[in-house]
């Protein structure tokens, strides 16, 4: 079997809800980036490129149900140039890439453009349609942003509770407290603002041009607050429960966002096509499920898997990139698999950099790449937690590892 490769990855900035990139499309978003990767390969002929998938969460607004076909074709690309969408929520983008990667091991691709995108802003409103033609009672309307929607009575209650209500429970399991949520998300706010300072995020993060005359260029994440401390955290009112036995506030959840991202994924033949040496090998995947109010803890038996299926431990992995849904299941995952905390996010996580759904996953696995590349390490770890009740993870090694 061949091997599957990253060979680059970029994202946009990612913008808050209803901020800088609200006025964007998600399919303009997803556009950018695939131009983005086209143009750091100048040498690329795009009919080399075998196929593209794309991560979506929502698909019901302007994602126009296969954004990866609308991306490559607002993009220029051939309109030969085939295109499909996945959906796993959280991890879509983390499982275009482990599809890719399959499509690649085994011989059915060379080349293969992949990437994820988010407009939590424009997310729509759904009606649900009727029974009959013209009905006589009120209808509701369902906001496609987040979270469950048209739920079918027949699931357990249980099941589907809030996010926010769920990651409750799940402390509530794991013993976490208010206090190890507050301290947690304000050094992911701390570790992000350091890594944009020193430049980490330079090579990852495409600026994204205005969407009119009097419009200003966007090119730094819009949720990173550098001056949050655990004390300041601390005063924020919880949201999803009240009194004492509340903990999750917006302060330490991750924020909703706009974004997008893409990469190369390729075997060792597309070094040729791309004129680029791979950033880190594809070493291991692992999905996993458990009940849906526990989705948070999902990655746990996930990243177990992959590092079993890349023939190692947890002794081996030098850096760690883990979707901060919320400060309360990452504390968690880091728990159970028994890590050393700091080798966690360290250029920053979800709870400051935000988490636009479909494109968080490639955020976690283009982040990872760059920081083994950095430092020199050999095996990292990318995860993310999906709703009702899945875990993602993928391995990487950096082949020209020097430690």
């Known amino acids: 079997m061949q091997q599957a490769f990253v060979y680059d990855a970029v994202r946009t900035p990612f913008g808050k809800i209803g901020g800088a990139l609200a006025g964007h499309r998600p399919d303009d978003l997803a556009a950018h980036v695939v131009r983005a990767l086209v143009d750091r390969a100048p040498g690329l002929d795009p009919e080399s490129i075998d196929e593209v998938v794309f991560g979506n969460a929502n698909g019901a607004g302007e994602e126009n149900r296969n954004v990866a076909r609308m991306a ?34 085994v011989g059915e691709a060379d080349l293969m453009l992949i990437g994820g995108v988010e407009s939590m802003s424009r997310a729509p409103w759904v009606l649900p349609k009727t029974d009959r033609p013209f009905p006589m009672s009120n209808l509701e309307l369902a906001n496609t942003t987040l979270g469950w929607r048209l739920v079918n009575p027949e699931m357990p209650p249980e099941w589907t509770v809030s996010l926010g209500e769920a990651t409750e429970q799940l402390r509530e399991k794991h013993g976490i407290t208010r206090e190890d949520q507050d301290v947690f998300s304000a050094r992911s706010h701390r570790l992000a603002a350091r890594a944009w300072e020193e430049g980490k995020y330079g090579d990852l993060v495409v600026p994204v041009p205005p969407n009119s005359p009097k419009g200003a260029e966007f090119a730094r994440d819009e949720t990173v607050r550098p001056d949050s401390t655990a004390e300041t955290l601390g005063g924020l009112r919880t949201v999803f429960r009240s009194g004492e036995n509340a903990t999750v506030t917006a ?41 849906p109010q526990y989705f948070g803890e999902a ?11 890349a023939g190692i431990g947890w002794s081996d992995v030098a850096a760690v990139e883990l979707n901060e849904a919320f400060a309360a299941q990452s504390l968690a995952c880091v728990r159970q698999w028994g890590i050393d905390g700091d080798i966690v996010n360290a250029w920053g996580g979800a709870i400051a950099i935000g988490h636009p759904l479909g494109a968080s996953g490639l955020r976690v696995l283009g982040t990872l790449a760059r920081r083994l590349r950095e430092s020199g390490d050999r095996y990292g770890v990318a995860s993310l937690c999906i709703g009702v009740g899945q875990g993602l993870a993928v391995v990487l090694e950096n082949t020209d590892a020097t430690r």
């Open 251 to 291: 302060g330490n959840a991750s924020p909703m966002n706009d974004g997008a991202s893409a990469a190369w994924l390729g075997s060792e033949r597309a070094a040729g096509l791309l004129g680029a040496e791979p950033l880190a090998r594809i070493a291991g995947r692992g999905a996993a499920a458990n009940e």
């Open 72 to 105: 490559t074709l607002l993009a220029g690309l051939p309109t030969s140039l085939p295109g499909t969408t996945v959906n796993r929520l959280c991890g879509s983008s983390l499982d275009a890439a482990m599809m890719a990667s399959r499509q690649i091991e």
């Open 299 to 309: 990655p746990v038996e996930a990243a177990n898997l992959a590092l079993r299926r």
